[in-house]
């Protein structure tokens, strides 16, 4: 994707940043894990797989913010 612009830098940052999250989600639904198993609901309530990916996205960011801002090694009742 050619991106042009004075926000081009940032576009480019973000689907840099989207799509590391993509992978790690996929990582993440492909194991048994805390997160797996959130993502398992979504799809049992009959949300679209791709939907409850981006759930799962979202989630694995808040977790990533908040071990950084608090200084705390990751637990696995953060991803619950």
Known sequence: MEATGPYALELLHFLALRAQLCMAALN??????????????????????????????????RIAYGVLKHQTPFAETFAK
């Open 28 to 61: 993440v639904v492909k194991r048994d894990n805390p997160l797996r198993r959130g993502y398992a609901q979504l799809v049992e309530r009959g949300k679209p797989k791709m939907v409850a990916l981006g759930a799962t996205m979202h989630r694995i960011l």
